[in-house]
C-alpha cells in the first residue's frame, strides 16, 4: 500500500449481523466513511513465500518504524527502570503508553500542559496509547493488569458499571469515579497526543459465555463507530487510528468482527479479546481473526509479547506486538534468552554466584557489553534497584533484536526455518 | 608535591601521648616507616590566597581526578538507582564502594572472582573503598548508616564486642558472626581491589565521653599501624592507603591524631569521626584537624556532603568528600539546587504538577535536558522508579559542577566570594 488515504470498500453499518439483539446507538451521520492520514503511511516492502509473514515500514509524524516490531510499554509514560535513551540505545523504534492509567495519574490535562507525551517523556519516536478499555476491563476481572501487580489498588478493583454509554470505574489512585466513553477515549488521547490511537473496546474474558461475548464484540462496533466519528471532528492529521477486533474464542465471531473492522476507515487494525487458554488456540484465534481481516493496513497484535505467540502472529501477517512481559520480567530478575521453551534465566538463582560471563556472550546490549551474572546475582540479592535497570535494557534488546531476525528471514524467505530454530 | 614516595617526618611511634592508659600492640618490627606509591601521585596545582584552599590532581593506576572532587557512594557496588555510564555522562570522576557491605554480600571472594570492583562495577575510573569500620559502629550506634534506613536488618543491629583484636559483629544479611581486624580489613580491601583504600578505625559517636573517644582514637593509632603492616605485606602498586584521623569534637585529641595520623607512611589522609551537632561545630573541628594534619597528601574528609560543609572543608585544604546524601535525597525525590539554605526542592510537592520547566534550565544533566519537572513530580506520584534515576543524575551532576565551580574559584583567587555567593 503506497497511498496513505484509506476508502472503506463498504459503507460502516451500525447494526450487527449476530443474532443477538441490537441497541440503538449514535446516529449514522456522524459516522465517516473515509478519512486521510497525510502524515503516516504504511508500506508493504517484502513477504514470506510460505507464510503471510510480511515486512512492512510503518511511518508516522514522528518517524518510521519497520515491521515486524515490538512496541514497549511506558504505561503511566514511563519505561520504569530505564531512561527514554537507554531503550533508544538498545534499538527500541516504537512506545507505548496506557491511556487508563494517565488518565487517572497524572491526568490528560497535565499531559496536555506539559506538551503531550512525546515532549514529556522526551521520546521523539513512533508513539502509540491504547484506549484505555483494556485496563478498565482486566481491573473488573480481578486484577490481571501491571499497575495492580506492582501495587495492590487502595480503593478495589471493580468496575462499576458497562453501559452503551461506556465505562464507569473508581480510580485505584484516589477512589474517584471516571466514564470512559468512545468520546472521551479519543479526548483523551487528543491530549496525550500519541501518533497512533486506538479506538474504545471491551476486552470480554475467557470466562464470559458466547452470548455475552457476542453482545459486548456488537458494542464493541459501535464504540468504533462513536470512536471514529469523535476522531474525525478532531483529526488535523497529527494522530492516526487503529481499529479493534474482538469476538473471543469464537470464530463465528472473530470473522464478523473482522469484516466489521475492515470496513471502518481506520489507518490501522488491531487483534484484541480473549486469545484462548494456551499458546495453540492463541495461534488458532490469531489465524481465524487475520482470515478475513484486510491486510493493507498495519495489524497490531494486542498484549502479545511471547515467543512462540509473535512468530504464530508474524506468521499470519501481523505488524507489531506489545507486551508488558520483557520489560516486567526483568523487574523480577529474569532475563530473556535463546533457550526454548522458557526463553528466561533467573539471575536469583544460586547457579549464577560469582560467574564471570555475561548472560550472553553475543548480546550486543549495555549490560552484557558492560556485566557479569555474577554482578547481576549480586544486585538482585542485595535489592539493588540497577540490576532491574540492567535486566530492562537487555530485554528491550533481545526483543528488538528478535523482530530484526524475523524481519532478516521474511526478506530471505527463511521465517519457517528462523521459528524452527527458535522453537525446535 | 610531585615525589611519589612518602617518607615520613618522623619514625612512627605506637604509644599515645594521651593521659589514658596504653593497651600493648603488634610488634614494632611489622610496621612499615616508608610505603611507596609508584602508580599514584598528588600534584598541588593551585592555591587559593585568602584560605587554605587548594587544587590538585590525584593520580591512580585507573586516572585521575582534579581535586576538590566529590566522591560518589556505590555503597553495594553499584550506585543504587544509575549506571556506571550514566555517573560517568554527569561528570563523576571517582567512586567508593563499601567494604562492610561487600563483606557481607556478596563476599569479598565472589567480588575478586568477578575480577574485583573495577571489572566487577563496569567503573574504569578511580575508586576508593573505606575500611568497613565505620559502618560497623554506626549500626551498633542504632542505625545512622545507609542500609539499616532502606532495609531494617533482619538480625539486628548491635555491635557484638569491640575488642584491641577488631570489631566483632552479626551480618544483617544472615545473621553470619564476623570479626574486622585492622589485618582482614586490608586483605578484604586487596580482594576488592580498588586504587584507594582505608585503614581501619573506631568511628565514635557524639555522646561518647571524653575517656573513651581518647582510648578509642589510640586504638584507632594502633589499629593504623597494624593495617599499614598488613598493607606492606601485600603492596605491589596497584592500591594506596589512607591514614584516618579521629579525635571526635576534642581539640586536643584532634591534634594528636593528626601529628601521630602524619607521621605514618600513607598516601593519604582521612577525617573521620564525630563532628559535632552542627555545621558551626563541623567547621571548627575540621579546622583545628587540619592545623597539625601534613599538608602534601591528599586529604579526604569522611562522610561530608552538605553544601555548606564542603565550602567549610575546601577553605581549610581537603582535597575529597563523601556522601549518600546526594544520591539517597535523590530516590526521596529531592534535587539539589543553588538556593541556601536548603538547597533542595521537593519533587513530590503539589506545585510541580503540570510544570514544564525543568529543575535548572541551565543545568546540563540529562535530566534538565530531557525532563520537565511536572513530569519528574508524576513519575514520584505514580511510583516510577524511573522518577529516581532521573532526580540522581541531576544531583550528581550537581555536585561535580559545585565542585568544579569550586576549583575555577580556587585558581582565580575567588573562592571566598563563591562561598558568599552559595552560602549568603
Known sequence: MTAPTITPTVTPTITSTSASKTIPIAPIAEVPTRLEYPGFDFNITARDPDSEGRCGVLTTPHGSLETPAFIFCATKAALRVA??????????QIILANTYHLLLQPGADVVERLGGLHKMTGWQGPMLTDSGGYQVFSMAHGGVSEDIKGKRPRFGTSRLKVTEEGAQFRSY???????????????????????LVVV???????KDSRDYTARSMQRTHRWANRSLAAFATQHDGRQAVYGVLQGGVYEDLRRESAEYISQLPTFGLAVGGCLGKDPEELAEIANYSMRFLRRDRPIHFLGVGGIADIFAGVGVGMDTFDCVVPTRLARHGGALIKQAPLFRLNLHNACHRGVPEPIDPACPCYTCRTHSRGYLHHLFKADELLGMTLLTLHNIRFMNDLM?????????????????EWLG
Open 83 to 92: 531512561t527514554i535513551d537507554q531503550a533508544k540505545a538498545e534499538a527500541t
Open 173 to 195: 489512585v484516589d477512589g474517584t469515579k471516571f466514564t470512559l466513553t468512545p468520546e472521551s477515549a479519543m479526548q483523551v488521547q487528543r491530549q496525550l497526543a500519541p501518533d
Open 200 to 206: 474504545l473496546d471491551e476486552c470480554t474474558a475467557f
Open 404 to 420: 530484526t531476525s524475523i524481519r532478516v528471514a521474511i526478506r530471505a524467505g527463511k521465517l519457517a526455518a528462523l521459528k524452527r
